[in-house]
């Protein structure tokens, strides 16, 4: 079966950062993709990973790993507007989404 | 440009009626596709379009239809409600290249009593 795994919830201090990990097991590995959800709003993408390393933009940073299955999102210098949820999603074989259930990420001040 | 757009955005439904949903989008995207999003789980697809006139089954297709009578519509119809299909249902387009990010609308929030 495919299965993408992260935490149900983190909690972080505003200005502080915090690592939000997904593992994943899928039939194929074609791309992993970070997408933002605010509270009652539509997912937004934030980043896509394909090739083993780090992908630096602004405050957000993404890693991928595929021998190790796993990904994580890195945010920096965290703000209230921060807090959403985080949503890992893999392309598989046949080049669809798999969702992972996501990251709800509540910022304090 | 509107981006992706869904009507209705809220709707309340009793058990065995029906209902469509549209998802309009202006991006010129050949994909269209139909989520629903459960508390604690990942997204799950429904049906998926990869052009006008083309439909396939997705992850949970079951108590729905839809259709791509034109390209930049897509109609997701629930032919008796149940209350398993309270949900909120996403649509997403992207373009043609099979990693292309995909762009979410705003969401429909479907209660079924």
């Known amino acids: 079966g495919q299965n993408i795994d992260q935490p149900t919830e983190m909690t972080a201090t505003e200005g502080a950062i915090v690592q939000i990990n997904c593992t994943y097991q899928?039939?194929?590995?074609?791309?992993l993709f970070w997408y933002q959800q605010h509270a009652g709003e539509a997912p937004t993408f934030l980043s896509y990973n394909v090739l083993d390393g780090l992908e630096e933009k602004g405050r957000f940073s993404s890693f991928l790993s595929r021998s190790k299955g796993y990904s994580y999102l890195l945010l920096k210098e965290l703000q209230m507007k921060d807090s959403a949820s985080y949503l890992c999603?893999?392309?598989?074989?046949?080049?669809?989404?798999?969702w992972g259930a996501g990251t709800k990420l509540i910022i304090k001040p | 440009n509107a981006g992706v757009t869904q009507t209705p955005k809220f709707r309340v439904l009793k058990t065995g009626q029906s209902m469509t949903l549209l998802c309009a989008q202006d991006m010129n995207h050949e994909y269209m596709y139909w989520y629903r999003q459960d508390p604690g789980m990942g997204l799950r697809l429904i049906h998926y379009?990869?052009?006008?006139?083309?439909?396939a089954k997705g992850e949970v297709p079951d108590g729905y239809n839809v259709s791509r009578l034109k390209k930049q519509n897509f109609l997701l119809g629930l032919e008796s409600a149940a209350p398993s299909q309270t949900s909120v249902y996403f649509c997403?387009?992207?373009?043609?290249?099979?990693?292309?990010?995909?762009?979410f609308g705003p969401g429909t929030r479907l209660t079924v009593l």
């Open positions: 999603a893999v392309v598989d074989s046949n080049y669809q989404l798999i």
């Open positions: 379009s990869v052009g006008e006139g083309t439909t």
């Open positions: 997403a387009t992207r373009g043609t290249s099979d990693t292309d990010t995909q762009y």
């Open positions: 899928t039939s194929g590995f074609n791309g």
